[in-house]
């Protein structure tokens, strides 16, 4: 079945330094790719999305890109800010049957002043 | 805006105790599903349905149901409440066609005592 698999968290990051977080999947067929946020104490928030091969997602300063050669889908945002300070999930959307949306395990990012 | 309203942020119960969790969207969202969030294991899909009246197990449907009767509604029952099943509850409404992301609610805390 389809998987989603990110790097472990904590992940902790001085202000304005360079923030990768790596996601690859196991899916058949096409599936639509997603980054989520989650602050503390709220729901999940769609940060950004990718539905096809090459495709980049891209928002208040965070980009994936849809690369199928590697099954990867890694977030990267070139300088972070305190308010960045959220639990990331990579997720994927399955192709076929039921529109059912696999998450990873989520990291978490902590970024300091 | 897409709003999905979880009736409650907190929930305390007892073990052995039928629990009703109740989820509502308003934007005609034909997909509607419930998630519980783990620390470690991210987030794993209990039920889903796809219309009212419908439903399909996720993941970890054991010890859960789940009721659609109308489609802006759709709840996760409990039937006998056990300490296992002390965890965040998220649930998320999409639409149902392809590539489009879910939206979803702020969560329920539910501690079982």
């Known amino acids: 079945g389809d998987s989603v698999t990110q790097m472990e968290g904590p992940v902790t990051l001085s202000e304005e330094a360079f923030l990768t977080i790596n996601c690859t999947y196991t899916?058949?067929?096409?599936?639509?790719l997603f980054w989520y946020v989650q602050y503390p104490g709220e729901g999940l928030q769609l940060l950004l999305k990718?539905?096809?091969?090459?495709d980049k997602g891209s928002n208040k300063g965070f980009e994936a890109t849809y690369r199928k050669e590697t099954t990867s889908f890694h977030l990267e945002k070139g300088s972070v800010q305190v308010s960045d300070s959220a639990v990331y999930f990579c997720?994927?959307?399955?192709?076929?049957?039921?529109?059912?949306?696999?998450f990873g395990t989520g990291t978490k990012l902590q970024v300091i002043p | 805006d897409v709003k999905v309203t979880q009736s409650s942020r907190y929930l305390v119960k007892r073990t052995g105790e039928k629990v009703f969790l109740e989820c509502v969207q308003d934007?005609?969202?034909?997909?509607m599903f419930w998630y519980r969030q783990d620390p470690g294991l991210g987030l794993r899909l209990i039920y889903f349905?796809?219309?009212?009246?419908?439903?399909e197990k996720g993941d970890i449907p054991e010890g859960y149901s789940v009721s659609r009767e109308k489609k802006e509604r759709f709840s996760l029952i409990l039937e006998s409440a056990s300490t296992n099943q002390t965890s965040m509850y998220l649930c998320?409404?999409?639409?149902?066609?392809?590539?489009?992301?879910?939206?979803f609610g702020q969560g329920t805390r539910l501690t079982v005592v």
């Open positions: 998320a409404s999409s639409k149902g066609h392809p590539n489009t992301e879910a939206f």
């Open positions: 899916a058949t067929g096409y599936p639509s």
């Open positions: 990718a539905t096809k091969a090459d």
């Open positions: 997720a994927l959307l399955g192709s076929g049957g039921y529109q059912k949306v696999t």
């Open positions: 934007m005609d969202h034909e997909n």
């Open positions: 349905s796809y219309d009212v009246k419908m439903k």
